[in-house]
């Protein structure tokens, strides 16, 4: 079946450090890819996401390139702040570019120290 | 986007009671789920609620432990029967559809304990 594998945690930087998430997938057809966020006491937030090979999705300095030849979706930032840290989830769904049924990887805590 | 609303934000339970969590979304939207989220885990999709159906359990879940309701297109409810400790988890409604049907927003979550 399909899953996400996600760089277990915690990670902590300090600010201003660069930042990788790593995220591999497994999944039949051609899978859309998502970053999520979620804040302390909050809910999730879409972070980003790209619905085919080759398209780079970005918000908020984050950046995360879908490549299909090593089934990757890394995620990325240049510099980090203490309004980063939070937990962050990489997910798929396999709905043609829709976000029905998504499949989330166990999600890696990010603290950024000032 | 869709902002989803969640009640209660966190309970307190004592076993073999039951609790019913509201699902509030400020729009119409095709889709809603309800997922878990065990301590220090990632998030397991529960079920599909379907408007005017029975919903649409995955494997490991079923009916009579997490019975679901979706009377109209923006309000479900996830009842956790016959709780137990280890049903002790943050509870996530979420939806799709209308213009946000490439993006599946969340709500804030439902922080259940059970003693």
């Known amino acids: 079946g399909d899953s996400v594998t996600q760089m277990e945690g915690p990670v902590t930087l300090s600010e201003e450090a660069f930042l990788t998430i790593n995220c591999t997938y497994t999944a039949t057809g051609y899978p859309s890819l998502f970053w999520y966020v979620q804040y302390p006491g909050e809910g999730l937030q879409l972070l980003l996401k790209?619905?085919?090979?080759?398209d780079k999705g970005s918000n908020k300095g984050f950046e995360a390139t879908y490549r299909k030849e090593t089934t990757s979706f890394h995620l990325e930032k240049g510099s980090v702040q203490v309004s980063d840290s939070a937990v962050y989830f990489c997910?798929?769904?396999?709905?043609?570019?829709?976000?029905?049924?998504?499949?989330f990887g166990s999600g890696t805590q990010l603290t950024v120290l000032p | 986007s869709a902002v989803i609303s969640q009640k209660p934000s966190r309970d307190i339970c004592q076993r073999g009671t039951s609790l019913t969590i509201q699902c509030q979304v400020d729009?119409?939207?095709?889709?809603m789920f309800w997922y878990r989220q065990q301590p220090g885990q990632s998030l397991t999709l529960i079920a599909t609620a379907n408007q005017g159906s029975e919903a649409t359990y995955e494997s490991g879940f079923v009916i009579d432990k997490f019975p679901i309701s979706r009377p109209n297109l923006t309000f479900s409810t996830l009842t956790v029967s016959n709780m137990s400790p280890e049903d002790s988890s943050i509870y996530l409604c979420s939806a799709i559809g209308g213009a946000t049907y490439n993006e599946q927003f969340f709500g804030p979550g439902t922080r259940l304990t059970v003693l």
């Open positions: 729009s119409q939207v095709t889709m």
């Open positions: 997910a798929l769904s396999v709905n043609s570019g829709s976000a029905r049924q998504l499949t």
């Open positions: 790209a619905t085919k090979a080759d």
